[in-house]
């Protein structure tokens, strides 16, 4: 049965800040810090990134909606950069995929090293642009993940037991249909990835997405909940070709 890797009440896995002692210490070291950038285009990109930093820009969910109508002064949209080595620092922390399922909080200051603070609040990552040669950061688009909002997550999906999995020991293969599924989620309760135990499975079980096990308020974002998010199927072996007389 597929279970969430955490419970929802308080081993989320968000970088916010929390009351509760069994969070982690590093809260303050994943509060991602940004500045605003009023010039747009690659030459003015370019020199951000020769100067340590990663073009971003700040969205909230409305905007994401084809049929948006909301101003700018609602939708809350920002132009700024962010450090890259702060930004390096989280991804090997987090890991991708997670990087675009786990929240943060954000702060805009007024300038590098300014404490002048123009804006905070709680973002989810939900594009990450790299360089296809090297893999270096080139953008970031984060969306505003206010407690009380809902927002569309692609949740990645995680197997574990195969280590003990009677039909991969039969000789079977795990196929994985679907490595991440869709949710809409409440800010606050946004799950970093989803766990799906194989550890029963034997050659032809499969499990669906009606069997994960979510918190009652999100959303499965899929047409079609029969869909199987993993199977066993039987390896197949050539049979070789019989000898020449």
């Not at 994401?64 to 002064?73: E, F, G, H, I, V």
């Not at 692609?154 to 293969?173: A, S």
């Not at 959303?219 to 998010?229: A, Q």
Request: glycine share 6%; hydrophobic share 35%; charged share 20%.
């Amino acid at each position: 049965m597929a279970r969430w890797w955490r419970s929802a009440t308080n081993n989320l896995r968000t970088a916010v800040s929390s009351h509760s002692s069994s969070q982690p210490s590093s809260a303050g070291y994943h509060t991602i810090q940004a500045i605003p950038r009023e010039c747009v285009g690659n030459r003015v990109s370019s020199r951000d990134r020769a100067q340590g930093r990663i073009p971003a820009v700040v969205i909230s969910q409305q905007l994401l909606q084809k049929d948006s109508t909301a101003p700018r002064s609602i939708s809350r949209k920002h132009l700024v950069t962010t450090e890259w080595k702060q930004i390096q620092a989280i991804l090997k922390s987090v890991e991708l995929p997670f990087f675009c399922s786990t929240t943060f909080p954000l702060q805009i200051r007024a300038g590098s090293g300014s404490s002048h603070l123009l804006e905070s609040g709680t973002v989810l990552p939900i594009k990450i642009h790299r360089d296809e040669a090297t893999g270096k950061v080139l953008n970031l688009v984060f969306v505003w993940a206010d407690d009380g909002s809902e927002l569309k997550v692609d949740v990645p999906v995680v197997f574990k037991g195969e280590d003990v999995c009677p039909g991969l020991q039969k000789g079977g293969h795990l196929n994985r249909v679907r490595t991440s599924l869709k949710y809409l989620c409440p800010a606050e309760l946004i799950p970093p990835k989803i766990e799906v135990d194989v550890s029963n499975l034997d050659i032809g079980d499969r499990i669906f997405m009606r069997d994960v096990e979510v918190h009652p308020s999100l959303k499965l974002l899929s047409k079609n909940e029969n869909m199987p998010i993993c199977k066993i199927v039987a390896t197949k072996w050539e049979n070789p070709e019989p000898a020449s007389l």
